[in-house]
């Protein structure tokens, strides 16, 4: 059982926009930023949005990032057939003293 | 260019020991924190442990702590994972992972490893 709540599937058709919602609490995403990372099977996570909206360089701008109150979202707009991976929202938690993740989100592009 | 590189994964024992090294190269290891994170197989991300940028705190998932002690050769800049008693659950590919902040620690992650597989199993 993740701390943030992800919901565990999404998909969308080519060009479509397609949002992955992050849920928490008072002591993660509600007093702490988000991030989001993108999965591709076999491979090492990548950092996709840092501090609830930032881009890392090289990130397109069709991944966008928000944050309100103890919930996040992750926007991809045109969507592309490689952005089909796993996604996956973190935050710090105050109570727990570490960072904590979602259960992760398998995206499909049909 | 930044690069992270786990070794030391492999199949070990209910209650041996087994110990991961990240070999960083591309920046300083001792100007960040920097982390441990697992994923068991077909699972989520799971944090495992951090260690502050000065060495000086660390911090660890209760499912670890007492068991698993992170740690660096400034020297080598590598980073180290030490498990011992380690349990079937402990089963997982071991990524570190640099912290994107210099000084406090958080839960952005810029830079990973490619990750190195443990196996626990008699």
């Known amino acids: 059982q993740s701390v943030l709540t992800q919901p565990p599937s999404a998909s969308g058709t080519p060009g479509q926009r397609v949002t992955i919602s992050c849920s928490g609490s008072?002591?993660?995403?509600?007093?702490?930023?988000v991030h989001w990372y993108q999965q591709v099977p076999g491979t090492a996570p990548k950092l996709l949005i840092y501090?609830?909206?930032q881009r890392p360089s090289g990130v397109p701008d069709r991944f966008s990032g928000s944050k309100s109150g103890t919930s996040a979202s992750l926007a991809i707009s045109g969507l592309q057939s490689e952005d089909e991976a796993d996604y996956y929202c973190a935050a710090w938690d105050d109570s727990l003293n570490g960072p904590v993740f979602g259960g992760g989100t398998k995206l499909t592009v049909l | 260019q930044v690069q992270l590189v786990e070794s030391g994964g492999g199949v070990a024992q209910p209650g041996r020991s087994l110990r991961l090294s990240c070999v960083a190269s591309?920046?300083?290891?001792?100007?960040?924190?920097m982390h441990w994170v697992r994923q068991a197989p077909g699972r989520g991300l799971e944090w495992v442990a951090d260690i502050s940028n000065d060495g000086g705190n660390e911090y660890y998932a209760d499912s670890v702590k007492g068991r698993f002690t992170i740690s660096r050769d400034t020297s080598k800049n590598t980073l180290y994972l030490q498990m011992n008693s380690l349990r079937a659950e402990d089963t997982a590919v071991y990524f570190c992972a640099r912290d994107g902040a210099t000084v406090v620690v958080t839960a952005s992650f810029d830079f990973w490893g490619q990750g190195t597989l443990v196996t626990v199993s008699s």
């Open positions: 501090t609830n909206n």
């Open positions: 008072s002591s993660n995403i509600g007093s702490n930023t």
């Open positions: 591309g920046f300083t290891l001792s100007n960040y924190p």
